[in-house]
């Protein structure tokens, strides 16, 4: 999968899936920006990516806010070049029952998952449909298909962001730009491991056919594979990753 020597913006940066994406493009010859509310969570990934000889930039963005998203696009135009590769993982999960939900906790994880996916997007595609390329890949979940109680906002959201992907893929078609949606199933990252107890994350392990979690590599590696000329006739499209817990 020839890559090399393509621009990547991943939002999340600094989380375990958005960091491990970016491992796994930086070792096939991609510039990587890693972006993050937490920017020096973002630059400690990307100095572990230059450490091992990869080319990194670590930046602190608020993708809900336009102009932080516009800052950091344009800072990684003029540090390394122009975007070929954007992947939205930015996203949070708090737990809270709908009749116990507060309004700002829905607007948080809709504005960060679904607010940010959109801005992001937004500012990146008029450059790739100048360039007649770009690959865009979307971070999704299982709950976009099958909810998740307590996590109303977050299933919302991320079923949102499949059809905001739909949307975007038939307007960017004809320009030569990808659009697709990962949606991965429960992942062994510190996400989870937040809200589920370690009980009840064993019970749910065995639910799943190929009988454990999703490492943050094993999503990184279809990130690789979106993101790919192998990938060219594919748009518009859902890539569930979830040792087979969901079918849809």
């Not at 659009?179 to 491991?193: A, E, F, K, Q, Y």
């Not at 009980?199 to 279809?222: F, N, Q, S, W, Y």
């Not at 990130?223 to 499209?237: N, P």
């Amino acid at each position: 999968m020839n890559i090399k020597g393509r621009v990547a913006f991943i939002t999340g940066g600094g989380g375990a899936i958005g960091a491990e994406i970016g491992r796994q493009l930086s070792r096939r010859g991609v510039a990587v920006v890693l972006v993050d509310m937490n920017g020096p969570a973002a630059e400690a990934e990307a100095q572990q990516i230059r450490q091992s000889g990869g080319n990194a930039l670590g930046l602190a963005c608020d993708v809900t806010d336009q102009a932080s998203v516009e800052g950091a696009v344009s800072r990684t135009g003029d540090e390394l070049g122009a975007i070929d590769i954007l992947v939205n993982c930015a996203g949070i999960y708090p737990h809270s029952l709908v009749m116990d939900m507060a309004e700002a906790e829905w607007d948080r994880v809709v504005n960060i998952i679904l607010k940010g996916t959109f801005l992001t997007c937004h500012a990146v595609v008029a450059g790739m449909k100048q360039r007649g390329y770009g690959k865009i890949v979307n971070i999704g979940s299982n709950h976009a298909f099958k909810g998740g109680a307590k996590a109303a906002h977050y299933s919302a959201a991320k079923a949102g962001v499949i059809g905001f992907t739909k949307s975007l893929a038939l307007e960017m078609a004809a320009d030569g730009i990808n659009v697709n949606t990962i949606s991965p199933g429960i992942t062994d990252t510190p996400m989870p491991h937040s809200v589920l107890s370690d009980a009840v994350l064993a019970e749910r392990t065995k639910k799943i056919p190929l009988g454990r979690l999703a490492m943050p590599r094993d999503i990184a590696d279809a990130v690789a594979f979106l993101v790919s000329e192998e990938s060219r006739y594919i748009t518009g499209q859902t890539l569930c990753v979830n040792g087979g817990d969901l079918m849809p």
